[in-house]
């Protein structure tokens, strides 16, 4: 069975930098085609994808916001790791870790969710 | 970007009702896109992927279909539990991978 659970803070102050864990269970980095990745949803509105990585640390990113994302991986750990330079108040949303695996594309399995609030 | 949009935005229905959601591409993705559920405060759960292939657990009064840029989500009778917010997403291509706006089904 695959878990993943979101961490890390619920408040930050515009300018700053948000980092977020993913800890899963029931995969393995280890894995050939394990894939976890980001989704964030602001308050009542719709779902945006934003990062994605791979076993063999193929990495993909939205464009809209690749110049402030960096996502990476422990793979002993089982941890996966978000982070977003320059926080603005429009980044307030819920950041859901997500599994993907390889040539898949649908997310099928989705953590509880991190609310993440900007503001100062 | 590929867009995704969705109608209704809003959809009233009755149960035991059929009703469809429609998700239009703006450009052709094959058949890479998926249908999920939300409900209030939880996070969504994948329906459909690959535009008619139900996720293991869903029911059957759950389908899917379409291609190239047209695409429908269809309940054949609507349950109470049902009553929720769909999302289609294409995953023709990474940059970005894309969801619609929601419909939101509603008693």
């Known amino acids: 069975q695959i878990t993943l659970k979101e961490s890390g803070p619920t408040l930050v102050k515009p300018t700053q930098t948000l980092t977020l864990t993913c800890t899963f269970s029931g995969l393995s980095f280890s894995t050939s085609g394990v894939g976890v990745g980001w989704i964030r949803q602001p308050p009542g509105k719709a779902l945006e994808w934003l990062a994605i990585?791979?076993?063999?640390?193929?990495?993909h990113y939205s464009p809209s916001l690749k110049s402030r994302l960096t996502i990476t991986k422990d793979t002993s750990k089982n941890q996966v790791v978000l982070t977003m330079i320059n926080m603005d108040p429009v980044d307030t949303a819920t950041y859901y870790c997500?599994?993907?695996?390889?040539?898949?594309?649908?997310?099928?399995?989705w953590g509880q969710g991190t609310m993440v609030t900007v503001s100062s | 970007d590929i867009q995704m949009t969705q109608s209704p935005s809003t959809l009233s229905a009755s149960v035991g009702d059929r009703v469809t959601i429609t998700c239009r591409a703006s450009?052709?993705?094959?058949?890479?896109l998926a249908w999920y559920q939300q409900k209030p405060g939880k996070a969504p759960n994948l329906l459909i992927y690959?535009?008619?292939t139900l996720e293991s657990g869903v029911p059957s009064r759950f389908s899917g279909g379409g291609s190239g840029t047209e695409f429908t989500l269809t309940i054949s009778s609507l349950q109470p539990d049902d009553f929720a917010t769909y999302y289609c997403q294409q995953y023709n291509t990474f940059s970005p991978w894309t969801f619609g706006q929601g419909t939101k089904v509603e008693i």
């Open positions: 997500v599994n993907n695996p390889w040539l898949s594309g649908a997310f099928d399995i």
């Open positions: 690959k535009t008619s």
């Open positions: 450009q052709i993705i094959n058949t890479y």
């Open positions: 990585i791979y076993w063999n640390d193929d990495k």
